[in-house]
């Protein structure tokens, strides 16, 4: 009798480990899911604001390059000084990418951590 009662409450813990694995298994699909579809938009996001920007960037170069060309005579001049600070930001921001990358980090762990 007591052996018969011991096999049930095996039986049944068994399904019931059963189930929670199965309902786990559900819960981290789903939670995966919000994960990359927060990723997937916000990357999708940031293309589009990030190429208009990009673009704004371009046309305001553009323009700054010709304005700096009339002001020295030379159009060429303009874009060459304007070619040479972009190089320079590009050189400044890849010496500075161990502290910029810092805080981008601190932030996303953050989210993901707390928010999720």
Same mark, same amino acid.
């Given at each position: #009798? %007591?052996?018969?009662k011991? !096999?049930? %409450?095996?039986?049944?813990?068994?399904?019931? $480990?059963?189930? @929670?694995? !199965?309902?786990?298994? &559900? @819960?981290?699909?789903? !939670? =995966?899911?919000? $994960?990359? #579809?927060?990723? *997937?938009? %916000?990357? *999708?996001?940031?293309?589009? =604001?990030?190429? #208009?920007?990009?673009?704004?960037?371009?046309?305001?170069?553009? &323009?700054?390059?010709?304005?700096?060309?009339?002001?020295?005579d030379?159009?060429? @001049? &303009?874009?060459? $000084? =304007? &070619?040479?600070?972009?190089?320079?930001? %590009?050189?400044?921001?890849?010496?500075?990418?161990?502290h910029?990358?810092?805080?981008? $980090?601190?932030?996303?762990?953050?989210? @993901?951590?707390? !928010?999720?």
């Open positions: #009798m %007591a052996f018969d011991f !096999k049930d %409450a095996l039986i049944e813990t068994d399904t019931d $480990i059963r189930s @929670y694995l !199965k309902n786990s298994e &559900g @819960y981290l699909q789903l !939670k =995966v899911f919000k $994960i990359l #579809m927060r990723l *997937v938009t %916000a990357f *999708v996001q940031g293309l589009l =604001v990030g190429s #208009m920007l990009l673009l704004a960037l371009f046309v305001l170069a553009l &323009g700054a390059s010709y304005a700096i060309g009339e002001l020295l030379n159009i060429w @001049y &303009g874009f060459a $000084i =304007v &070619g040479v600070f972009f190089i320079f930001l %590009a050189l400044l921001f890849y010496l500075l990418r161990k910029i990358n810092k805080p981008i $980090i601190t932030f996303f762990s953050t989210y @993901y951590f707390d !928010k999720l």
